[in-house]
């Protein structure tokens, strides 16, 4: 099973692929999986609806998780989330908390003291951070 195609992008078809590899291996060789990265896509999309349809689950979804939905830019709104940290069911039962650190981006709102613009800013993505209790 492919995923579906979306409009085309440059890097699309390497960001299906990989999907279709987590897709179709999740689960096979350990019931540990962990996908995290800069996915360059929003909830919803197509490529990512169909890693959505997997068992895989967003960090973020996570009930300790309190805040604004987007890891890029402004972080605002989920038009703003194109990163992500997954986990098989057996992994997401074992997290504790879930935390975005958006301080390193200078459009967040709240950066930190030393990010004064786009060029001293660690990042214009959010780092997702979960503890987990193995």
């Excluded at 440059?10 to 299906?16: A, F, L, M, T, V």
């Excluded at 390193?104 to 214009?124: K, L, R, Y």
Aim: glycine content about 10%.
């Amino acid at each position: 099973m492919r995923p579906p195609r979306a409009w085309p992008q440059r890097g699309e078809g390497d960001r299906n692929l990989s999907i279709e590899v987590v897709h179709t291996g999740q689960g096979e060789r350990s019931a540990h999986v962990v996908v995290a990265g800069d996915l360059n896509d929003t909830p919803g999309s197509p490529p990512l609806a169909f890693l959505e349809a997997t068992s895989l689950k967003d960090a973020m979804t996570h009930g300790s998780y309190e805040g604004p939905p987007g890891t890029h830019g402004k972080c605002t709104n989920l038009n703003d989330k194109i990163d992500y940290l997954m986990f098989s069911p057996e992994l997401f039962a074992k997290v504790d908390t879930v935390e975005v650190e958006r301080r390193g981006i200078f459009e967040s709102g709240t950066p930190f003291d030393t990010v004064n613009g786009p060029d001293d800013q660690a990042s214009d993505h959010a780092a997702i951070v979960a503890e987990l209790d193995l």
